[in-house]
């Protein structure tokens, strides 16, 4: 982990303007600076940066944050890669917090076969472009293929001679450690002597997220029945074939801007398509998807289009993974390439334009394609179609987000028609594979001793889980119970934005002077003390640890908070933070009109957003009261409960006078 004292030199030293303006062309407008959308296509900049708050914001597609977040969301990079990222930019030593000795060993390891494929790549690129050999054989091979030079020096493609031990002479010769290079899969070791692994082949370097090397696929050019077609890097430190997509480094802005990714098999096929164009690709490599792999996929998108060949092989082959993207709430789609075609020949043969439009027009919906193909293959037989059946009903029984409820009820619907079977037996078939998935997850987590079974028929699993609205609020109930009342919404609303409007007081004027004694944070934890007036927990937790941080003797300001470590409280603090209006110049120069900023008037914004919530409690416990009131009662409670009344009713008139005319409703 980075230490401490490590992150708080890269905040010290982040600028979010030059931050941005590394991947964005901006121009100053006002104190903002605007510029267009790196997140979505647009014409018009709709892309705001405040040097002030140091936060971005899109008023187009609505992405937001700090600048760690600019390059965690443009980059698709981790919080620690970000800040390693800014410690680069900013020649900011890196200190590490104390580890074990295995992890410390593990990332010596890493270290040193980041540095050894760094070199490699730079050794098989040198011999594609400047050697006769890799000329005569690796590049021309590549051109006949139609790959031009600045795809391949995109790609960072290379050769390795077929002498047998060229590479790791060199490799040697250049002080690299003989075990760690046989780690690595570039050479082996035969009788005692190290030998070039991938000799005669065209090398496909394979990046991580970050656009470092992690390993390598090794493709032969000369017909050789005995070897196999590729050779990929073994299982190491780095490389981890379960969590890798060929070209996620080169397609993830793409894919992210388009909101949909393009998997097909084989490097060429990337390369092919990324050179006709079409950048939103990655690659599997051919390998049965895995779950890390589908993860990879939604951290970019939640639509995957799956392009394979049309043969049984490629219907094979797509087909498998299913049930996993279906869990990962992915919407999946399939294409197949006709006439005995892979991306790669078909996009060269057809063009990119031609290539889109077959795309766009044949996309098949898993579900229904994989019912369509098992149908065919029972051909009539009843025992086999009972079997297709139970194997559609399982894969929707995946769909297990709440979200995904009206898609899950859809699929039963469609599938039921094309099956011919009643709907409700089909649900009730759907539901039992849903129970007992739900059961074994149970008996996972609890025992055998604790599990309690599984739901009894009829019970629906996806309402164990709150659901919520488009606005974010917890539905309680099944579907047809869904009711939020327009007035409810609307003061939760209302409420949450004044708590709002009391943190970005607090973050913002915190350390402002009072009254010659005071700051304002001292006034405002004096009047703040009850922590009831918070409903927003998050919001409460901000302004609590505010106060810890200040009793201990620091100064917390806005910045503390938004790159805080907790990514859910800085997310928080952006939206706070958030600048949908700017105070026209042309008030001050063109009209020589004076405008109060909200710097000159702090103090009355911090009274004012205390007092909203003073009386926003005053006005729950008046219809408390109220409710009260309405309910039998002895003489003397009822007594009291009108005192309570009056007191309240007072306290809410003292309020008034201080703030103005409020009109609550």
């Known amino acids: 982990m980075i230490s401490q004292e490590t992150i708080q030199q890269i905040l010290s030293r982040i600028d979010i303007i030059d931050i941005v303006g590394s991947f964005v062309k901006l121009k100053k407008r006002g104190s903002n600076y605007i510029g267009l959308c790196p997140f979505h296509n647009e ?46 930019r900013y020649n900011v030593e890196v200190e590490e917090t104390e580890t074990s000795p295995e992890y410390k060993a593990h990332l010596q390891v890493a270290d040193s076969l980041h540095v050894i494929n760094a070199f490699a790549q730079k050794y098989f690129a040198d011999i594609l472009m400047n050697n006769e050999e890799g000329q005569d054989i690796g590049l021309s091979y590549l051109k006949q293929r139609g790959f031009r030079e600045e795809v391949i020096q995109k790609f960072q493609l290379g050769y390795c001679l077929e002498r047998g031990n060229a590479f790791a002479k060199t490799a040697i010769a250049n002080q690299y450690n003989p075990e760690y290079l046989q780690k690595s899969g570039l050479v082996v070791l035969r009788n005692d002597e190290l030998l070039d692994n991938y000799r005669g082949r065209i090398i496909f370097p394979v990046h991580n997220n970050t656009g470092k090397i992690i390993g390598f696929g090794a493709r032969i050019i000369k017909k050789n029945d005995k070897a196999p077609k590729y050779i990929n890097t073994p299982e190491n430190e780095l490389y981890l074939k379960s969590k890798i997509l060929y070209g996620t480094y080169f397609a993830r802005q793409a894919i992210d801007k388009q909101d949909e990714c393009l998997l097909v098999e084989g490097y060429t096929d990337v390369i092919s398509l990324h050179q006709a164009g079409i950048e939103n690709v990655v690659a599997s490599g051919g390998t ?7 993860r990879l996929v939604k951290k970019y998108t939640n639509n995957l289009t799956i392009i394979y060949d049309g043969d ?39 063009g990119t334009t031609a290539f889109r439009d077959f795309i766009a027009a ?37 769909i297990n987000k709440a979200e995904d409820f009206t898609k899950q009820q859809d699929y039963i619907r469609q599938c039921s028609e094309i099956l011919r079977i009643e709907e409700h037996g089909f649900t009730t078939l759907v539901n039992k594979f849903i129970r007992e998935r739900v059961s074994k997850q149970e008996t996972k987590q609890q025992g055998p001793a604790q599990n309690s079974g599984p739901a009894p028929d009829g019970d629906f699993p996806f309402f164990s889980e709150p659901m919520y609205d488009e606005n974010g609020f917890e539905i309680q109930g099944p579907p047809q119970q869904f009711r939020q009342q327009d ?59 505010y106060k810890a941080w200040y009793d201990a003797g620091l100064e917390p300001t806005s910045k503390n908070f938004l790159y805080h470590e907790d990514q859910s409280i800085s997310s928080i603090v952006v939206s706070i933070m958030d600048f949908p209006y700017e105070l026209s110049s042309k008030w001050k120069e063109e009209y020589d009109m004076p405008v109060a900023s909200r710097e000159d008037v702090y103090v009355q914004e911090v009274i004012s957003t205390l007092n909203y919530l003073k009386l926003r409690k005053i006005k729950r416990l008046i219809e408390q009261n109220q409710k009260d009131l309405e309910q039998p009662h002895t003489s003397d409670e009822q007594m009291m409960l009108l005192q309570t009344h009056m007191h309240l009713k007072q306290l809410e008139k003292d309020i008034l006078k201080k703030v103005g005319t409020v009109i609550l409703k």
């Not at 944050?65 to 990079?77: A, D, L, R």
């Not at 149908?375 to 139970?390: E, F, I």
């Not at 304002?520 to 901000?542: A, G, P, R, S, T």
């Open 43 to 88: 014409k018009s900049p709709s892309f705001s940066v405040s040097p002030s708050k140091e936060i971005y914001k899109c008023f187009g597609c609505g992405k937001s944050g700090n600048g760690i977040g600019f390059i965690m969301e443009h980059e698709k990079y981790t919080y620690v890669e970000a800040l390693r990222w800014l410690a680069n």
């Open 288 to 294: 049965s998807l895995t779950q890390d792999q589908l």
């Open 312 to 350: 049984a092989a490629g219907v094979k082959a797509a087909l498998r993974g299913l049930d996993m993207a279906l869990e990962e709430g992915l919407n999946v789609k399939l294409v197949l390439i006709p006439d005995k075609e892979d991306p790669d020949s078909y996009v060269n043969k057809v």
């Open 362 to 398: 044949n996309k098949k919906d898993f579900i229904l394609f994989q019912l369509e193909i098992a149908l065919k293959d029972a051909s009539g037989d009843t025992t086999k179609k009972a079997a297709v059946v139970n194997q559609v009903a399982e894969s929707i029984s995946k």
């Open 487 to 545: 007035d409810t919404i609307n003061l939760i609303l209302k409420d949450e934005l004044q708590e709002r409007s009391v943190v970005r007081a607090l973050l913002e004027f915190g350390l402002k002077e009072w009254d010659g004694k005071r700051r304002v944070v001292d006034y405002f934890f004096e009047e703040m003390v009850d922590d009831d007036l918070f409903d927003n927990k998050q919001l409460l937790h901000i302004i609590q640890t």
